[in-house]
C-alpha cells in the first residue's frame, strides 16, 4: 500500500527524467506544505508515505527548495521522522530551523550532529528550548564560545556538574559567558564559588544580588523552569496519536511485553513508552501521557507496581520523557524506593478501584 500511495502522490520515474530543476523543488515545496496543513490528521500509515516521498525528494532537489521543506516542517508536533533526520543532517541553511525546534529528534540525534557537524550546527543545536545534560556535556565539550554562550543563556538548557564547570573553565576572559552563567538560578554553591574566583568584578557583582535577593529580575533560567513545571508544555511535545497507532500494530503482530517498554525506554521514545506501558497497565492513553509527565509519580507507580513491572524498568522510565528534566537523581532514588515499598496486591485492588469508577 505504501509504494502504491507514493506512486500516487510523486511519479518519481518521471521526476527523474525532468531537467527542470524548477519542476523538482516546485513539487518538493507543495508535498511539505500539503503535508503541514495536514499532518494533525494524518493516519500513522499516511505520515510514513509522506516520509518516503520526502526523504526522496531531499536527494533530488535544491538546497533552497530542501531550506523550505525544513521550514514547513521544523515545528510540527508530528512529522515524518526520516525526513526530519536528513534535513538536521543537512547543510546549516537547511538543518537550522530542524535544529532549533523540531521535537522530532531525539537526544541521540543532537549528541551525534554535535559530534559530527559543524559549529553552526552546535550553535542551533544549543538554542533549542529544552536540551538535557546529555546533549550540553557535549556541546560544552566540542563547542567553541558561541556554543558555550548559548548554551549557558538557555534557560532551558539542563546543565551537569560536569557542564557547568567545563563552562567556568572556558570563561577565561570572556565575560559575556561569565555573565550568562551568573544570571542562571541553578548553579550549586561550589559552581558560585568557582566562578566568582575567576570572574570580572561586573560579574562578581551580579553573583552576589543573584544570592542575596537584592535584583528584582527573574533570571532566564528561573522563567523556564516555571514553564518546566507545566504538564501542558510537556504533553504538547509529543505524537502520542502515533505512537498508540505503532504499538497497537505490534500488539497484534509480534505482541508486546516488558522487553517492549524497554526497548523504547533505552531508544528515548518516550511517547510509544507512554503507549507500550498504557496497554501492559491496562489504562487508556489518556491517563498514562498524563500520569506520564507529572511530578507526583504516585499514580504511575501503582499501575507499575500492579503490572509487574521490575524495578531497573521503572528506573529507566524515570529516565525519560519530561522526567529526565524534571527529576533529580535524589528525587529518582526516593521514587524507586517508594515503588519497591507498595504491595502488588494493594496496587491491583487500587487499579481495579479506578477501573469501576471509570465505568461507572
Given at each position: 500500500?505504501?509504494?502504491?500511495?507514493?506512486?500516487?502522490?510523486?511519479?518519481?520515474?518521471?521526476?527523474?527524467?525532468?531537467?527542470?530543476?524548477?519542476?523538482?523543488?516546485?513539487?518538493?515545496?507543495?508535498?511539505?506544505?500539503?503535508?503541514?496543513?495536514?499532518?494533525?490528521?494524518?493516519?500513522?500509515?499516511?505520515?510514513?508515505?509522506?516520509?518516503?516521498?520526502?526523504?526522496?525528494?531531499?536527494?533530488?532537489?535544491?538546497?533552497?527548495?530542501?531550506?523550505?521543506?525544513?521550514?514547513?516542517?521544523?515545528?510540527?508536533?508530528?512529522?515524518?521522522?526520516?525526513?526530519?533526520?536528513?534535513?538536521?543532517?543537512?547543510?546549516?541553511?537547511?538543518?537550522?530551523?530542524?535544529?532549533?525546534?523540531?521535537?522530532?529528534?531525539?537526544?541521540?540525534?543532537?549528541?551525534?550532529?554535535?559530534?559530527?557537524?559543524?559549529?553552526?550546527?552546535?550553535?542551533?543545536?544549543?538554542?533549542?528550548e529544552i536540551l538535557s545534560d546529555m546533549v550540553t556535556d557535549v556541546l560544552v565539550e566540542t563547542g567553541g564560545s558561541a556554543v558555550h554562550q548559548t548554551v549557558a543563556r538557555n534557560g532551558g538548557a539542563s546543565l551537569s556538574s560536569k557542564g557547568v564547570l567545563g563552562l567556568i573553565q572556558a570563561s577565561g576572559l570572556d565575560e559575556d559567558l561569565q555573565m550568562a552563567l551568573a544570571n542562571r538560578s541553578d548553579l550549586d554553591e561550589q559552581a558560585v564559588s568557582t566562578l566568582a574566583s575567576l570572574a570580572s568584578e561586573r560579574v562578581r557583582m551580579r553573583l552576589l544580588e543573584a544570592n542575596t535577593g537584592t535584583d528584582g529580575d527573574v533570571p532566564q533560567a528561573a522563567r523556564v523552569a516555571a514553564q518546566k513545571l507545566s504538564n501542558d508544555f510537556w504533553l504538547g511535545r509529543y505524537d502520542f496519536e502515533t505512537a498508540m497507532g505503532r504499538v497497537m500494530t505490534l500488539a497484534r503482530g509480534p505482541g508486546i511485553d516488558e522487553d517492549t517498554l524497554i526497548h523504547f525506554a533505552e531508544e528515548d521514545r518516550f511517547a510509544e513508552a507512554v503507549a507500550t506501558f498504557a496497554m501492559i497497565g491496562d489504562i487508556g492513553i489518556e491517563e498514562a501521557k498524563h500520569w506520564m509527565v507529572r511530578s507526583d509519580t504516585d499514580p504511575f507507580l501503582i499501575v507499575a507496581k500492579a503490572a509487574n513491572l521490575d524495578v531497573s524498568t521503572v528506573e529507566k522510565l524515570l529516565k525519560v520523557g519530561p522526567w529526565r528534566y524534571r527529576l533529580r537523581e535524589p528525587d529518582r532514588a526516593r521514587i524507586v524506593a517508594r515503588f519497591k515499598g507498595i504491595n502488588p496486591q494493594s496496587a491491583r485492588m487500587l487499579v481495579n478501584q479506578w477501573h469501576s469508577r471509570v465505568a461507572c
Amino acid at each position: 500500500m505504501s509504494n502504491m500511495s507514493t506512486t500516487e502522490l510523486v511519479n518519481f520515474e518521471a521526476l527523474a527524467n525532468e531537467n527542470d530543476m524548477s519542476r523538482r523543488n516546485e513539487l518538493a515545496r507543495n508535498v511539505a506544505t500539503l503535508f503541514s496543513l495536514t499532518s494533525e490528521k494524518c493516519s500513522e500509515e499516511q505520515i510514513e508515505v509522506y516520509d518516503s516521498v520526502l526523504v526522496r525528494l531531499s536527494d533530488m532537489v535544491e538546497m533552497q527548495a530542501r531550506a523550505f521543506i525544513a521550514g514547513r516542517l521544523a515545528s510540527l508536533r508530528r512529522a515524518p521522522e526520516a525526513t526530519i533526520r536528513r534535513l538536521a543532517n543537512d547543510e546549516i541553511e537547511v538543518a537550522k530551523p530542524v535544529l532549533e525546534s523540531s521535537t522530532i529528534l531525539r537526544d541521540t540525534d543532537l549528541v551525534e550532529i554535535s559530534m559530527k557537524r559543524s559549529e553552526d550546527h552546535r550553535v542551533a543545536i544549543a538554542a533549542r528550548e529544552i536540551l538535557s545534560d546529555m546533549v550540553t556535556d557535549v556541546l560544552v565539550e566540542t563547542g567553541g564560545s558561541a556554543v558555550h554562550q548559548t548554551v549557558a543563556r538557555n534557560g532551558g538548557a539542563s546543565l551537569s556538574s560536569k557542564g557547568v564547570l567545563g563552562l567556568i573553565q572556558a570563561s577565561g576572559l570572556d565575560e559575556d559567558l561569565q555573565m550568562a552563567l551568573a544570571n542562571r538560578s541553578d548553579l550549586d554553591e561550589q559552581a558560585v564559588s568557582t566562578l566568582a574566583s575567576l570572574a570580572s568584578e561586573r560579574v562578581r557583582m551580579r553573583l552576589l544580588e543573584a544570592n542575596t535577593g537584592t535584583d528584582g529580575d527573574v533570571p532566564q533560567a528561573a522563567r523556564v523552569a516555571a514553564q518546566k513545571l507545566s504538564n501542558d508544555f510537556w504533553l504538547g511535545r509529543y505524537d502520542f496519536e502515533t505512537a498508540m497507532g505503532r504499538v497497537m500494530t505490534l500488539a497484534r503482530g509480534p505482541g508486546i511485553d516488558e522487553d517492549t517498554l524497554i526497548h523504547f525506554a533505552e531508544e528515548d521514545r518516550f511517547a510509544e513508552a507512554v503507549a507500550t506501558f498504557a496497554m501492559i497497565g491496562d489504562i487508556g492513553i489518556e491517563e498514562a501521557k498524563h500520569w506520564m509527565v507529572r511530578s507526583d509519580t504516585d499514580p504511575f507507580l501503582i499501575v507499575a507496581k500492579a503490572a509487574n513491572l521490575d524495578v531497573s524498568t521503572v528506573e529507566k522510565l524515570l529516565k525519560v520523557g519530561p522526567w529526565r528534566y524534571r527529576l533529580r537523581e535524589p528525587d529518582r532514588a526516593r521514587i524507586v524506593a517508594r515503588f519497591k515499598g507498595i504491595n502488588p496486591q494493594s496496587a491491583r485492588m487500587l487499579v481495579n478501584q479506578w477501573h469501576s469508577r471509570v465505568a461507572c
